[in-house]
């Protein structure tokens, strides 16, 4: 499976130049609202060093990492739910992905409009949010007039999914996200039916200038304090730097990184925490001709697994031949590792644990 997330914010606050570092997808960034008329899509290679690793170790002739897919999604402003600038596209872009990164801009730059006329990221999340509630409240509003026509009959299921949807209006009505509903077990499917843009996970990103590196400074403090409150990560990155930096040798980056007191680079680290972010995994498969990154979603089971790779993989799975990644590493072959017991032979029921290299057999 892909990742597929939406970056969002304000405009000119940095989505497209952080967009243009994940995915060399060379969106355009110039500093007026919305040069992204329509949304730039991207694929960003996972980084992940055991692949490369296990390429080495196994002599395959590749090694292809998994996915992230970007959509760079021009800025909402005040009113789009209403169709302000050109926010029921927009809108309408966000509906399609599996979580929303939200870009705030923390950084002064005198050359750089501001919509809003200064640099406020928590008045600025706060809009993006209105306007994704107010397009939520609408798209309820339209459920329940449909839901309460066709209960008119008195169907007890019907009346059932009107309580439930009324319920969900009252508290999106509230002001809040649609993802902070309390759900009754079994009642995820029915929310998840409702596709309603504040229901999406959301990972903030700060913006900030390369003078506040590492932390962000203030601004960069009320963006995680946002994002505390609601759950989520906070990834402090400068677009800019990162522009830099994708243009550098492994060994200068390395340098400049340390220099700046950063471990990763902040597109790693966004990556990272988009994964985290929607529970997902890294499996790996291993041969002479590729060794290959795969995602799937935290908990998932063998022959959910080997679907992901092809879907003969799931209906005709027999069984997956597993090693840990650290046992590979450690034993230095498929045949020593499965010497020393470390080789397993797992059934239908296996749960895959990030870093398993599987092999599936299966019948067609």
């Given at each position: 499976?892909?990742?597929r997330c939406g970056i969002t ?269 929607l529970n997902l995994i890294t ?82």
């Amino acid at each position: 499976m892909a990742l597929r997330c939406g970056i969002t914010g304000l405009p000119n606050v940095g989505k497209s130049s952080l967009f243009n570092v994940l995915s060399g997808a060379g969106a355009r960034s110039e500093n007026y609202p919305f040069c992204t008329i329509e949304p730039n899509v991207g694929i960003a290679p996972v980084p992940d060093e055991r692949l490369y690793r296990l390429a080495a170790l196994t002599g395959s002739d590749k090694a292809t990492p998994t996915t992230v897919e970007y959509v760079d999604i021009a800025g909402l402003v005040a009113g789009a739910s209403k169709g302000e600038g050109l926010g029921n596209r927009f809108l309408a872009h966000i509906r399609e992905v599996d979580a929303i990164v939200h870009v705030a801009r923390c950084f002064e730059a005198p050359g750089i409009t501001h919509v809003s006329g200064s640099v406020d990221p928590a008045r600025d999340i706060e809009i993006v949010d209105t306007e994704l509630l107010l397009k939520d409240l609408e798209s309820l509003e339209r459920r329940i007039e449909k839901i309460a026509k066709q209960a008119k009959g008195g169907d007890r299921a019907l009346l059932d999914e009107l309580a439930f949807v009324e319920q969900v209006h009252a508290h999106v009505g509230d002001g809040k996200a649609a993802r902070t509903f309390p759900v009754q077990p079994g009642d995820e499917d029915r929310l998840d039916a409702l596709f309603l843009l504040s229901a999406k996970p959301v990972l903030y990103v700060a913006n900030v200038a390369e003078d506040d590196l590492p932390d962000g400074g203030p601004r960069a403090d009320a963006v995680r304090e946002i994002a505390s409150a609601e759950g989520f990560s906070c990834v402090v990155v400068c677009a800019d730097l990162e522009a830099q930096l994708a243009a550098l040798g492994d060994e200068e980056k390395i340098a400049w990184l340390e220099e700046l007191g950063l471990e990763a680079p902040g597109m790693d680290r966004l990556i990272a925490a988009g994964y985290e972010l929607l529970n997902l995994i890294t499996f790996f498969t291993a041969g002479p001709k590729e060794t290959r990154a795969w995602t799937v979603v935290q908990g998932a089971r063998a022959p959910a697994a080997g679907g992901a790779i092809h879907s003969d993989f799931e209906k005709g799975f027999i069984r997956a031949e597993t090693i840990r990644y650290e046992d590979l590493i450690r034993y230095g072959s498929e045949a020593a590792a499965r010497d020393a017991g470390a080789m397993r032979a797992e059934g239908k029921e296996y749960v895959v644990a990030d870093g398993d290299v599987i092999l599936f057999r299966f019948n067609v």
